[in-house]
């Protein structure tokens, strides 16, 4: 199961722009020269986000968010954040509805939105209304786990066997992280 380049580069894009705001202010804290050290420290702040970026998405699409919880219950990861972690992932598309909602009945209403005081006070409603609307939800959510007698922790499958291939791919990627690491440490580099 190969991961599309056209998923992993929009995913890029969507950090890219907090990446800048990160990055361009440290690139220009002594005016405008640019100081050596600090290209390389903004370099080293934009690669490691890329690269957890790939990682998350090679961790994600390669298997279902079920076979992801199981694996990290089976890594020992605490109950309680595998949990947080589902339950998240599960109502954050229900949350995701509820914006869009009540975007479109801004517009049914022919909010145009912009920073005045009257659209400011319409937003900070909308904010309000969306808080009350994820309590009362997630009290709904609460009760109906607790009716299916859920106890606070989800159950997990048995996990698959560990193949000589899986452990071959393991050894590359710690010796391959290990000697970035080295490197880094070692302040041997290109730049």
């Given at each position: 199961?190969?991961?599309?380049?056209?998923?992993?580069?929009?995913?890029?894009?969507?950090?890219?722009?907090?990446?800048?705001?990160?990055?361009?202010?440290?690139?220009?804290?002594?005016?405008?020269?640019?100081?050596?050290?600090?290209?390389?420290?903004?370099?080293?702040?934009?690669?490691?986000?890329?690269?957890?970026?790939?990682?998350?998405?090679?961790?994600?699409?390669?298997?279902?968010?079920?076979?992801?919880?199981?694996?990290?219950?089976?890594?020992?990861?605490?109950?309680?954040?595998?949990?947080?972690?589902?339950?998240?992932?599960?109502?954050?598309?229900?949350?995701?509805?509820?914006?869009?909602?009540?975007?479109?009945?801004?517009?049914?209403?022919?909010?145009?939105?912009?920073?005045?005081?009257?659209?400011?006070?319409?937003?900070?409603?909308?904010?309000?209304?969306?808080?009350?609307?994820?309590?009362?939800?997630?009290?709904?959510?609460?009760?109906?786990?607790t009716s299916?007698?859920?106890?606070?922790?989800?159950?997990f499958?048995?996990?698959?066997?560990?193949?000589?291939?899986?452990?071959?791919?393991?050894?590359?990627?710690?010796?391959?992280?290990?000697?970035?690491v080295?490197?880094?440490k070692?302040?041997i580099?290109?730049?």
């Amino acid at each position: 199961m190969g991961i599309p380049v056209k998923s992993l580069f929009k995913r890029c894009l969507i950090i890219t722009p907090f990446l800048l705001l990160m990055t361009i202010p440290l690139l220009f804290n002594q005016g405008l020269s640019l100081i050596h050290d600090n290209v390389i420290f903004a370099l080293l702040i934009i690669t490691k986000a890329f690269t957890s970026m790939t990682v998350l998405t090679i961790l994600l699409d390669s298997q279902s968010l079920e076979q992801f919880m199981n694996s990290l219950a089976h890594l020992k990861v605490p109950p309680i954040l595998i949990t947080v972690l589902m339950l998240s992932y599960r109502y954050v598309f229900l949350f995701l509805e509820d914006i869009q909602k009540m975007q479109l009945a801004a517009k049914a209403r022919f909010f145009n939105g912009g920073i005045n005081i009257k659209s400011l006070r319409t937003y900070g409603q909308l904010t309000g209304c969306l808080l009350i609307k994820s309590l009362d939800r997630s009290e709904h959510v609460y009760e109906a786990l607790t009716s299916r007698s859920f106890t606070g922790q989800l159950q997990f499958g048995s996990c698959k066997a560990v193949s000589k291939f899986d452990i071959s791919k393991s050894l590359v990627v710690v010796l391959t992280i290990s000697a970035l690491v080295i490197i880094e440490k070692s302040n041997i580099g290109l730049i």
